[in-house]
């Protein structure tokens, strides 16, 4: 059974950068594309992006955030630029099928990531 | 970018009733790209259908899902006390390639 948990600090500095990290188990991390998506009360669901060997991103965010992978530590990451208050959210890493990537059965828990001075 | 247009906003009905939740699309969606989520309070969206009438693995026949172009519908059969939760539709293939509905609340009358 394939399991996801984000980790990463659960509290950003407005302007700094937010660095997420999502780690896999029960599967590879080769093969499928893997995204993160936030969700807010005054927003709700927002997909950041997805990567494999190359990242394709949300237009709204695309300026800002970089994803990679590393296959070795069977992870994938995220980094978000310069945050604001608006950036507060929970984010989660989540993959789908191999054949339909949008589909995404697999979620990490979520990590609550609070923009604050 | 798709908007996903989710109605009612909330939905009161009683367990043993038949719930009906729409998701309509700003331009035609993919059929194959819909999908449906279930959430409950502190927990990740779970996947009930894709392919817009696809129940994903170990979901209960009580859940349904119907429609194609601009126009689909989630189905609760019979709610057990269990469904009561907010459901979320979305599609991917637009752009940007991920959109969500913004959520309808199924609650306990």
């Known amino acids: 059974q394939v399991q996801l948990q984000e980790s990463g600090p659960g509290l950003v500095k407005p302007s700094e950068t937010l660095s997420l990290t999502c780690t896999v188990s029960g599967g590879s991390v080769s093969g499928y594309y893997w995204s993160w998506i936030r969700q807010t009360g005054a927003k709700g669901l927002e997909w950041i992006g997805r990567?494999?060997?190359?990242?394709n991103y949300n237009p709204s965010l695309r300026s800002r955030v970089t994803l990679s992978r590393d296959v070795s530590k069977n992870q994938f990451s995220l980094k978000l630029t310069s945050v604001t208050a608006a950036d507060t959210a929970v984010y989660y890493c989540?993959?789908?099928?191999?054949?339909?990537?949008?589909?995404?059965?697999?979620w990490g828990q979520g990590i609550l990531v609070i923009v604050s001075s | 970018e798709i908007v996903l247009t989710q109605s009612p906003g909330t939905l009161s009905l009683s367990p043993g009733e038949r719930a009906t939740l729409s998701c309509r699309a700003s331009?035609?969606?993919?059929?194959?790209?819909l999908a449906w989520y279930q959430q409950k309070p502190g927990q990740a969206p779970r996947l009930l259908i894709y392919g817009a009438s696809s129940r994903a693995t170990g979901i209960p026949d009580r859940f349904s899902g119907s429609g194609s172009g601009t126009d689909f519908s989630l189905t609760i059969s019979r709610l057990e006390p269990e469904d009561f939760a907010v459901y979320y539709c979305q599609q991917y293939g637009g752009s940007p390639p991920v959109t969500f509905g913004g959520g309808t609340r199924v609650e306990i009358k």
């Open positions: 989540a993959r789908g099928y191999s054949t339909s990537w949008g589909d995404f059965e697999y």
């Open positions: 331009q035609r969606v993919v059929s194959s790209y």
């Open positions: 990567t494999d060997d190359s990242s």
